[in-house]
């Protein structure tokens, strides 16, 4: 019931935002161009990470294709369970037992390295390690994952600081206060004594992002970083993200269940149902023309500016479990569209059907780009 009450009871804030936010994403061009910028940091082809469980195996992601360029941020959409955080977690090699990806390539390209297969590497080896928390890192949306409580803030973010950019800890320490600045804390040098209960959620979400940043990484991975917090807090820690990004140049990977956060952050979105992307286009696109029918679905489900009292047409059903799946569309069991004899007859593929727009649906099928 969990993922339908998602889709039921939208952000209010968030759908406001996301109509203002569209309309003042300057200017508001097709992100299509963006798309084809070839500066790939991550590129992912085929990602399979199960889950062996007694019930059967769990196809958390099921042949996952996501390209991140230098820049720019992917955004990730879809309701709880269809492989979001999975597929975060296989990126950085911390997937919980007994999840382990058994098939594709996550190929990581540092400036001026050659490409290497990341999922190919020992999770617990050294190569994985100085990868993690270095060129890419992630935030999570409960800070007390990422933050020690026994430590102070400024030794925590010190500590970073010294693994990754100096050995001279005063230097470091000096590092730490200037990026806990950046991320809009306005006493940084008071707060590095203090102890992560002692602040406040939207304190600790930015020091979870001063630690992210800390040593200057290549991908952010961010998984629903702001979806506790409340939606002034939100909107700033949003703008701190965008505004460090355009100062490191990082790619990001932005996690949420929220369309008006994705309208804010993201420059090309990938939905997301069932461990497979249904649907990925630049942002424009996704709002101006959803074509899959979940994504028509999730846009149906956010009131609109000016139609305040308009009843919300929400997602029947539920998320299964992705295990022992039907060789059929995976949407089958709750699309308004679907057509027997059609969608039935084995799993759609992705496929191109504009420039830049790829849709996984029978409906969609032998469209040209
Ligand atoms: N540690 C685990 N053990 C078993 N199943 C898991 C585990 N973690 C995630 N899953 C399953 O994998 C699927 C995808 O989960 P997840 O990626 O957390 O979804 P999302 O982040 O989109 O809400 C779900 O069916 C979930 O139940
Ligand atoms: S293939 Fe059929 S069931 Fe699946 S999304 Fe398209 S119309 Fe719906
Ligand atoms: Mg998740």
Redesign the pocket.
């Given at each position: 019931m969990k993922s339908t009450r998602m889709i039921q009871r939208p952000n209010i804030h968030s759908a406001t935002k996301f109509v203002r936010g569209l309309g003042t994403r300057s200017p508001l061009i097709d992100t299509n161009e963006i798309i084809s910028m070839t500066d790939s940091v991550l590129r992912i082809e085929g990602l399979r990470t199960e889950?062996k469980?007694d019930e059967g195996l769990?196809k958390?992601v099921d042949g996952v294709d996501l390209t991140i360029n230098r820049n720019q941020t992917v955004g990730i959409i879809?309701e709880?369970?269809?492989?979001?955080?999975?597929?975060a977690q296989s990126i950085l090699q911390i997937i919980?037992k007994p999840?382990r990806i058994v098939g594709g390539s996550i190929s990581l390209t540092l400036p001026g390295e050659q490409p290497v297969d990341i999922a190919r590497l020992d999770p617990l080896g050294r190569d994985m390690r100085s990868i993690r928390g270095a060129a890419i890192s992630m935030i999570f949306q409960e800070p007390m994952t990422s933050l020690s409580p026994v430590h102070t803030i400024g030794d925590q973010v010190t500590e970073v600081v010294l693994e990754h950019r100096t050995k001279v800890r005063a230097e470091a320490l000096a590092q730490a206060v200037d990026m806990l600045g950046r991320v809009g804390i306005s006493n940084p040098k008071s707060l590095i004594k203090d102890y992560p209960h002692q602040l406040s959620g939207g304190l600790r979400q930015r020091v979870m992002i001063a630690l992210a940043l800390a040593c200057h990484p290549q991908l952010l991975i961010a998984d629903e970083p702001t979806t506790a917090l409340d939606v002034t807090v939100q909107a700033q820690i949003l703008a701190v993200m965008k505004t460090l990004q355009q100062q490191f140049g990082m790619a990001i990977l932005f996690i949420t269940h929220d369309l008006g956060v994705m309208a804010r952050m993201a420059d090309v979105v990938a939905v997301?149902y069932l461990g497979q992307v249904v649907e990925q286009t630049s942002v424009h696109q996704i709002f101006k023309n959803p074509l899959h029918p979940y994504t028509r679905g999730l846009m149906a489900s956010v009131p609109r500016l000016g139609h305040g009292k308009e009843r919300l047409q929400a997602i029947t059903g539920t998320v299964p479990?992705?295990i022992n799946l039907p060789r059929t569309c995976r949407f089958l069991g709750r699309c308004p569209e679907a057509r027997p004899g059609l969608c039935d007859q084995g799993v759609p593929s992705l496929i191109e059907v504009a420039p830049n727009h790829s849709v996984r649906c029978r409906l969609h099928e032998g469209r040209q780009p």
């Open positions: 889950f469980l769990l958390a879809g709880s369970g269809c492989g979001k955080s999975v597929l919980t999840g997301m479990a992705p």
